[in-house]
T-cell receptor, first 116, second 114 residues
Framework: DQQVKQNSPSLSVQEGRISILNCDYT??????FLWYKKYPAEGPTFLIS?????DKNEDGRFTVFLNKSAKHLSLHIVPSQPGDSAVYFCAASARMRQTGANNLFFGTGTRLTVIP | ETGVTQSPTHLIKTRGQQVTLRCSSQ?????VSWYQQALGQGPQFIFQYYREEENGRGNFPPRFSGLQFPNYSSELNVNALELDDSALYLC???FGQGTNEKLFFGSGTQLSVL
């Protein structure tokens, strides 16, 4: 039961253009959303996050948009650079009822290739 | 400030064996989570430790167990290894358990079960 979905396994974008990565979720209890970036042979690295009470968060070239009614979020990278080439994971956070532990649910990732 | 470190980086075991993976938390972090990432999938939550106690578990059987030590480092133990246990095992640390806590991941241990 995949609660966080990234339906595009790959995306290629020309350097300088905008990259848009999409993510859908099913669980309305998620209250915090994160994007992680992963290079080969490394662990995921935190990129940007957004609380469910907001609809936009911006950090430099990276902007995350959240549409709660559609249960959809997206990551915009402008302008895209070759160093942005990596696998991007969308994740949603929920607190486990019985224990209070923080559990991240990840999508399957989108491989972004930025062409010089 | 040191990051999250995991050992070993690679490991090969045979079916039925037992394995122990290790993780050192980022300095100042008191919460450790373990994730399993199968090929082509996103990481899946195994369990979380806070102040040396397991305080949350995902959909993994009891043969997956762990420990957290007073210095907040952690171990993941897997008994009776199965072929499907072949995956990248990621450790992540954070300060506290809030749902807005960012997790900081190590580079993982690639486990192959033959």
């Amino acid at each position: 039961d995949q609660q966080v979905k990234q339906n595009s396994p790959s995306l290629s974008v020309q350097e300088g253009r905008i990259s848009i990565l999409n993510c859908d979720y099913t669980n309305s209890m998620f209250d915090y959303f994160l994007w992680y970036k992963k290079y080969p042979a490394e662990g995921p690295t935190f990129l940007i996050s957004i609380s469910s009470i907001k609809d936009k968060n911006e950090d430099g070239r990276f902007t995350v948009f959240l549409n709660k009614s559609a249960k959809h979020l997206s990551l915009h990278i402008v302008p895209s650079q070759p160093g942005d080439s990596a696998v991007y994971f969308c994740a949603a956070s929920a607190r486990m009822r019985q224990t209070g532990a923080n559990n991240l649910f990840f999508g399957t990732g989108t491989r972004l290739t930025v062409i010089p | 400030e040191t990051g999250v470190t995991q050992s070993p980086t690679h490991l090969i075991k045979t079916r039925g064996q037992q394995v122990t993976l290790r993780c050192s938390s980022q300095s100042g972090h008191n919460t450790v989570s373990w994730y399993q990432q199968a090929l082509g999938q996103g990481p899946q939550f195994i369990f979380q430790y806070y102040r040396e106690e397991e305080n949350g578990r995902g959909n993994f059987p009891p043969r997956f167990s762990g420990l957290q030590f007073p210095n907040y480092s952690s171990e993941l133990n897997v008994n009776a290894l199965e072929l499907d246990d072949s995956a990248l095992y990621l450790c992540a640390s954070s300060f506290g358990q809030g749902t807005n806590e960012k997790l900081f991941f190590g580079s993982g241990t690639q486990l192959s079960v033959l």
